[in-house]
């Protein structure tokens, strides 16, 4: 999967919306960290439960770490409240590419809409209280490999680490 994403990013055939000039996208260890892409620090307690079970941060990096992991099961959430929400997106149809993006876009779109300006949002409470499966999965893709990081992204998550 890591190579996967590496030749997506790399292609300008896939026209992978990179983040802009000062965002950036959260990504699991196991995936490369070119400008724009920020992972946890490597060797260092990152799932949740792993902190639950141990209380305070050892250093910075954990506690980076901490918030990091936890952004992710926020977005994890959202994907499988946004999926369930929309049985079509878990089992896509066989139509024009186009037109599975556009299912895609109106989806979120409708979902986004709800969350913004619905007073009672049942999917993010059963969420909220684990019922909608296991969002600390350990990630098969863990890679301790350090070539997988770019400096420039290493230095804006030191930065962020620091601000904490």
């Known amino acids: 999967m890591t190579r ?3 030749t997506v990013l790399e292609s300008s055939i ?3 919306p990179h983040p802009p000039e000062g965002k950036y996208y959260l990504v699991d260890a196991g995936y490369p960290t070119p400008v724009g892409y920020i992972g946890p620090y490597k060797r260092e307690r990152y799932h949740l439960p792993e902190f639950r079970r141990q209380s305070g941060f ?3 990096n954990e506690y980076f770490n901490f918030y990091h992991s936890s952004l992710r099961c926020t977005i ?5 409240v946004w999926k369930n ?7 896509m149809p066989p139509y024009k590419f186009r037109t ?5 876009c109106a989806t979120m779109g409708i979902h986004n809409f709800i ?3 619905s007073q009672n949002e049942v999917e993010f409470d059963q969420a909220e209280e684990g019922n909608m499966g296991d969002e600390d999965n350990d990630d098969p893709l863990d890679n301790d490999d350090p070539l997988d990081e770019a400096s420039s992204s290493n230095d804006l998550r ?4 620091m601000n904490l």
């Open 4 to 6: 996967v994403f590496g």
């Open 115 to 117: 969350r913004r300006y």
């Open 76 to 80: 994890e959430r959202t994907f499988g």
């Open 14 to 16: 896939m026209n992978f």
């Open 85 to 91: 929400r929309f049985r079509i997106l878990q089992n």
């Open 58 to 60: 050892r250093n910075p």
């Open 158 to 161: 030191d930065k962020i680490r």
């Open 100 to 104: 599975q993006v556009r299912i895609v």
